[in-house]
């Protein structure tokens, strides 16, 4: 598709289960982010990746938190022994570029992923 | 740090009334400003930006201008329609923190015919 993609749509965990989110961004993007969103807020910025390095992780709220881009495509998000406050949908974006410190490439946002942890 | 404030919804209009939806930030330097828009079932898209002062963004007939001396990047449109009905999210990235976009809570619209 042309668009970016996010599997699995829907997640529900038990708490403590480890869950693994995925995300296809569009073809040939350089940039590809992770933000978080909790019910009724905007999404939290969580990690930024350029090509397959991951350039920035500031906003990952633990270390039970993981993300990873090995061939600079395809990226996934783990969660490790969820927690309810973990429940938020789990949002993918791409942008062409590569980011700086100016950047104002478009990035573009999957559907999300919506992870319940029960 | 950088934060985005914006007006609180659900705002409910009939279908050809104007619209504005505030949004004030806090950041150093000079951010890039951004519109967003979340349809229903959709992923957040892109609506508008400003790069600087005194930009004007615009699109579809939405335009939000980059305010510096008041802080602000108010999106308006002059006639709204049943099909903009979505959640509005304003976003700033910093000129010296690259790579993270920094969101508003959003604002939901409801035009009615």
């Known amino acids: 598709g042309a668009g970016v993609s996010q599997s699995p749509r829907y997640k529900v965990a038990k708490r403590g289960q480890d869950v693994a989110l995925r995300c296809d961004p569009i073809?040939?993007?350089?940039?590809l982010f992770w933000y978080q969103q909790a019910l009724g807020q905007g999404p939290e910025f969580l990690t930024y990746f350029q090509n397959e390095a991951q350039l920035d992780k500031s906003g990952l709220p633990s270390d039970r938190f993981f993300a990873e881009r090995p061939e600079g495509s395809v990226s996934t998000l783990k969660i490790q022994r969820t927690q309810q406050e973990d429940s938020a949908v789990y949002l993918c974006a791409s942008s062409l570029k590569g980011e700086t410190g100016r950047g104002t490439s478009e990035a573009f946002f999957g559907q999300g992923t919506r992870l319940t942890v029960v | 740090g950088n934060s985005v404030t914006q007006m609180e919804g659900p705002v409910t209009l009939s279908e050809e009334a104007f619209l504005t939806i505030n949004c004030t930030y806090t950041a150093t330097g000079y951010p890039s400003l951004f519109w967003y828009v979340q349809y229903p079932g959709e992923g957040l898209q892109l609506l508008l930006k400003?790069?600087?002062?005194?930009d004007k963004g615009s699109n579809k007939g939405f335009e939000a201008t980059y305010r510096k001396e008041t802080t602000s990047f108010h999106l308006e449109k002059g006639s709204v329609q049943v099909s903009d009905s979505a959640v509005y999210f304003c976003a700033l990235r910093g000129s010296n923190s690259g790579y993270a976009l920094n969101f508003g809570k959003g604002t939901s619209l409801l035009v009615t015919p």
């Open positions: 073809s040939g993007h350089v940039s």
């Open positions: 400003a790069t600087k002062a005194d």
